[in-house]
């Protein structure tokens, strides 16, 4: 079974700090069909990085992905106030298109 | 402006079933694949379904193959999920996505699937 594993759980950080989210696959992921996406509290989940480092359509350049294979990750280089939320990877290299259990990014 | 809406929410005891729509807008429904996500109460997210752009390509995670039937109707830019059999598990936040092989990038609001005795 295909298994993506996201560490930490939990990220305490401080504005303007860099944030660093690890994503692990439990097989290679094809094409680097890795994505990642950002959910805030009562509020649908957005797309931030597909192709394991393309950023989606409006996206600030302080999100920036990498990896390949089985690990990703995703860094956000100087957190914003509003970058404070939980963010999820997802592997869409074969169904069923699973996630991670998700890396909450909070307040310090 | 892409649009996705959710509807159908509701309140169910287990074994009933619900039907769930998403109304597109703002863009050619018929050239995307669509897809649902459940988000239990405090929980990640769950890949659900997904069905292709012409209705082809229909797949289903383990946890609802069986019990759930996603549909499309190109005419109506809507998409369904029939809920057959629901468990308290089932229990929820359903999104609609919109997307292509599985990379989802727009999401609706969601709807709230509520499943008690």
């Known amino acids: 079974e295909f298994v993506l594993t996201q560490s930490p759980g939990t990220l305490s950080l401080s504005p303007g700090e860099r944030a660093t989210l690890s994503c692990r696959a439990s097989?290679?992921?094809?094409?680097?069909?890795l994505a990642w996406y950002q959910q805030k509290p009562g509020q649908a989940p957005r797309l931030l990085i597909y192709g394991a480092s393309s950023r989606a359509t409006g996206i600030p350049d302080r999100f920036i992905g990498s990896g390949s294979g089985t690990d990703f990750t995703l860094t956000i280089s100087r957190l914003e106030p509003e970058d404070f939320a939980v963010y999820y990877c997802?592997?869409?290299?074969?169904?069923?298109?699973?996630f991670g259990q998700g890396t909450k990014v909070e307040i310090k | 402006e892409v649009q996705l809406v959710e509807s159908g929410e509701g309140l169910v005891q287990p074994g009933e079933s619900l039907r769930l729509s998403c109304a597109a807008s703002g863009f050619m429904f018929s050239t995307y694949s669509m897809y649902w996500v459940r988000q239990a109460p405090g929980k990640g997210l769950e890949y659900l379904s997904g069905?292709?752009?012409?209705?082809?390509?229909?797949h289903y995670a383990d946890s609802v193959t069986g019990r759930y039937t996603i549909s499309r109707d190109n005419s109506k830019n809507t998409l369904w999920l029939q809920m057959d059999r629901l468990r308290v598990e089932d229990m929820g936040v359903y999104y609609c996505?919109?997307?292509?092989?599985?990379?989802?990038?727009?999401w609706g609001q969601g709807t709230v699937v509520t499943v008690s005795s």
């Open positions: 996505a919109r997307g292509r092989d599985g990379l989802l990038d727009r």
């Open positions: 097989q290679s992921v094809r094409s680097n069909y």
């Open positions: 997802q592997q869409y290299d074969n169904s069923p298109r699973k």
């Open positions: 069905i292709g752009s012409g209705g082809e390509n229909i």
